[in-house]
């Protein structure tokens, strides 16, 4: 079956930076992307950006652009967030998602069971 | 970027209920809207895709609906596993938002 294994939490004082894993079984990698979601505590959920795991290609959302980085590791099926410069705002759950599609009409079909990153001094 | 709304953000209801959540989009995008199931201490879920297409595996009483800037979610018969939060998300556009969410809990 379909699985995504995150990394354990992480507490991280502010400017640090902080890199979540995601480990995928149960598929072929390289067949789809991963998407990568945050939800801050009390708050709605937040679009990061996404990868393809077949050729690395990314999109970011521009709020992010320049701080975070996504990449995969197609020989252990695991894909990557790396956030920079953290800020107490960036305190979330992280999740992962497999993404069917690439463009418009793309959906999350597995999800991870997240990963909480506290920002704080 | 597209914003989206749901309504309401909160509703409480009884198992055998019929449930609709809304969900608009600032502009039109076509029929690239899914909807998500999150519960506490769970991965979220994948309900419905391309606004009508039922993700494999999941109960058939889920249903959507909708094209352009309004979407429906539709419970047709709310179960007690079904008590959690709904997200819309619309795939038409980056960055790829999400509604603000409804919350289904308990009358």
């Known amino acids: 079956q379909v699985q995504l294994v995150q990394s354990g939490a992480e507490v991280k004082k502010p400017g640090a930076t902080v890199k979540v894993s995601c480990k995928a079984s149960?598929?072929?990698?390289?067949?789809?992307?991963i998407s990568w979601v945050r939800q801050a505590p009390g708050q709605g959920l937040e679009w990061l950006g996404w990868?393809?795991?077949?050729?690395?290609?990314?999109n970011y959302a521009q709020k992010l652009q320049g701080r975070v980085t996504l990449t995969t590791d197609t020989s252990t099926s695991t894909a990557y967030m790396e956030l920079r410069s953290l800020r107490s705002d960036d305190s979330a759950v992280y999740y992962c998602?497999?993404?069917?599609?690439?463009?418009?009409?793309?959906?999350?079909?597995?999800w991870g069971q997240g990963t909480l990153v506290t920002v704080s001094s | 970027d597209i914003q989206m709304t749901q309504s309401p953000s909160s509703l409480s209801a009884s198992v055998g209920d019929r449930v609709t959540i809304t969900c608009r989009a600032s502009q039109s995008i076509t029929r690239y809207l899914n909807w998500y199931q999150f519960k506490p201490g769970k991965a979220p879920k994948l309900l419905i895709y391309a606004a009508s297409s039922l993700q494999s595996g999941v109960p058939s009483r889920f249903s959507g609906s909708g094209s352009g800037t309004e979407f429906t979610l539709t419970i047709s018969s709310l179960q007690p596993e079904d008590f959690a939060t709904y997200y819309c998300q619309q795939s038409y556009s980056i960055p790829r938002t999400f509604g603000p969410g409804t919350k289904v809990d308990i009358k």
């Open positions: 149960g598929y072929t990698f390289t067949s789809y992307g």
């Open positions: 998602a497999r993404a069917t599609g690439g463009g418009s009409g793309i959906y999350l079909s597995y």
């Open positions: 990868i393809s795991a077949n050729n690395g290609n990314t």
